[in-house]
């Protein structure tokens, strides 16, 4: 079943660059869109129609190998004595009565067409930034490609580079230096990048996987050597075959190995160390439930120290540049836990199992059928500064995978207390959540096409905004100050107390954005073929992170896990 409907907004990253310039950037399918904050206006389009239409044509090309195959050569007899072309052709006679061949042409039918592969282009997976707002860094999923923009003040996007890795990309992140891209694969690797390769390796060494035409099959056997009549029939058998198929080349640009993990890879983020500011390190999770604190390039194969705890794979990790001694991560358990990641030691923890069930209980479509997905899909946290009766206190913002619904946690850093703080309800399941730190907004992009609590039904539901905003607010409530957002709700244009200003109207002009013709296109959404199936094709691609959970858990059997609780532990 095909659908026409609006692709969601997948991910988001925020951009200030000098000036007072703020810029959005969005990724909706295969597109990325440079939109202004102020207005919500489109600034720049990636790719554009001249690159979409060159990316196609390379796609089809790809798919279909090479368009046309030469007319297959004419075949000669050998110079055979009168003996030996005798003795072939009562071989012949012999084969032809023990083997039949049919066509299934029937005579005058026409040749069938050779089918052509649909080009359809990649989607964009992740998008990053480097901290002055020059450079950005885009994943593409199906074709495995590392993009460098420039981002000009205007808004523009201009594509620098493009580098074509093996494996699919499950995450990437800059150095410290802003001058490295660290991309890690599905399959546990690490990679170091230039972020601008160098111009004479560039232009000297393609990136792109090179397709070769394949040779013909040429048997080393001849009817010279072969005289049995099984052994004539499988020469001509090897004669018919096609030639082997093209194989891609290894990359060739500059890109190192810089370490790995045995299992499948599912974050990565760079540490700084407070107390040396030369030193930095690589912080990477995997499947098997545990979080490797590896030393900063040279020296990335030196392992530091773990962060264990985890009962299910971690699929999140978080860092505050404010307080970098602080890691936050979360898991399938679900949990939530904060390290002191240079002393390998969990300071805080809380289970999230009960704050989900609550999110899905006062939702308002709880008398649809929730499935069993509950891991963390989305973790932020920024400083807030006199935001609590406590002090300063990290504000964590925790999404679910396929849950229309957001809870926030405050964590005070001297005292190493994490409580829950309030949840939030939204229109459709949450995709990814950035924060602007300067003004406080938080921007959630939803998942307008899916149904809520669901990751493979479509929609039935009136069309959901494709992005929600959240503007600060501190309040005074049971006696005590709370720093907390409240939601603009784009169809009512009601924003309770808060004033947003010139951000006001920015989730209607977002919305207006996504359902204009420019970004529209169609989506296909296919029944599940199975009923136990969680996603549908479009979900395995926003979703996905039930398939990290190991099975061997789940066939009836009572899982044991930790009991976590908000803690405070002591004498750590």
Not at 92 to 106: I, K, L, Q, Y
């Amino acid at each position: 079943m095909t659908t026409p409907a609006c692709h969601p907004f997948q991910k988001l990253c925020c951009i200030s660059q000098s000036g007072d310039i703020h810029l959005l950037l969005v990724a909706t399918g295969p597109h990325i869109l440079s939109l202004d904050l102020k207005n919500g206006g489109i600034l720049s389009r990636w790719p554009n129609d001249a690159v979409q239409s060159a990316e196609r044509r390379s796609l089809e090309e790809l798919g279909n190998g090479i368009m046309d195959d030469d007319p297959p050569a004419k075949r000669r007899k050998p110079n055979l004595s009168k003996r030996q072309q005798d003795e072939q052709e009562d071989e012949s006679r012999d084969s032809s009565t023990s083997v039949e061949f049919v066509s299934e042409r029937a005579k005058g039918q026409r040749r069938k067409k050779k089918e052509t592969v649909k080009a359809v282009l990649p989607n964009v997976s992740h998008i990053i930034a480097t901290l002055d707002g020059l450079r950005v860094v885009a994943t593409t999923a199906e074709d495995k490609c590392i993009r460098v923009f420039e981002l000009d003040s205007s808004g523009q996007l201009t594509l620098l580079s493009e580098r074509y890795m093996p494996k699919r990309l499950c995450a990437i992140a800059l150095s410290k230096s802003q001058s490295t891209i660290l991309a890690g694969d599905k399959f546990g690797d690490v990679y170091a990048l230039p972020l601008q390769p160098s111009l004479e390796k560039a232009t000297a060494l393609p990136s792109k996987p090179q397709l070769q035409k394949p040779k013909p099959t040429k048997p080393s056997a001849s009817e010279l050597t072969v005289h049995t009549k099984g052994n004539l029939e499988a020469l001509r058998q090897q004669k018919l075959q096609k030639g082997s198929a093209s194989k891609k080349t290894a990359p060739t640009f500059e890109h190192r190995l810089i370490l790995g993990h045995v299992s499948l890879l599912t974050d990565l983020v760079v540490g700084a160390d407070p107390s040396n500011d030369s030193r930095e390190y690589i912080l990477t999770a995997d499947r098997d439930e545990h979080i490797r604190v590896s030393r900063g390039i040279p020296q990335a194969h030196v392992i530091n120290n773990y962060c264990l705890g985890h009962t299910e794979f971690v699929s999140k990790l978080c860092t505050v540049p404010e307080l970098p001694q602080f890691l936050i991560s979360g898991g399938g358990e679900p949990s939530l836990r904060i390290y002191d990641w240079l002393r390998g030691t969990c300071v805080a923890a809380a289970s999230l199992e009960e704050d989900l069930k609550r999110l899905i209980s006062n939702s308002a479509f709880n008398g649809l059928k929730s499935s069993s997905i509950r891991a963390v899909s989305c973790i932020q946290a920024m400083n807030v500064r006199g935001a609590d009766d406590l002090g300063d206190v990290i504000m964590i913002v925790v999404a679910f995978e396929g849950i229309p619904g957001i809870s926030t946690y405050l964590f005070h850093p001297e005292k190493c207390i994490l409580k829950q703080d309030r949840q939030y309800i939204v229109d459709a399941n949450v995709l990814d959540i950035v924060l602007l730190k300067e003004s406080g907004l938080m921007l959630v992009s939803l998942d307008n096409v899916h149904s809520p609590l669901s990751t493979k039904e479509p929609t039935s539901h009136a069309l959901a905004p494709a992005i929600r905003v959240f503007g600060p607010r501190l309040e005074q409530f049971d006696g005590k100050r709370q720093f907390g957002w409240v939601g603009y709700d784009p169809a009512t244009g009601g924003h309770g107390t808060i004033q947003i200003g010139s951000f006001e109207d920015i989730a209607s002009k977002l919305n207006e954005t996504l359902q204009s013709n420019d970004v529209r296109h169609e989506i296909e959404l296919p029944s599940a073929t199975k009923p136990d199936a969680l996603y549908s094709t479009l979900g395995e691609f926003l979703y996905g992170l039930e398939n990290l959970r190991k099975k061997s858990q789940g066939d009836g059997q009572e899982q044991e896990t930790e009991e976590l609780a908000v803690t405070h532990p002591e004498g750590r």
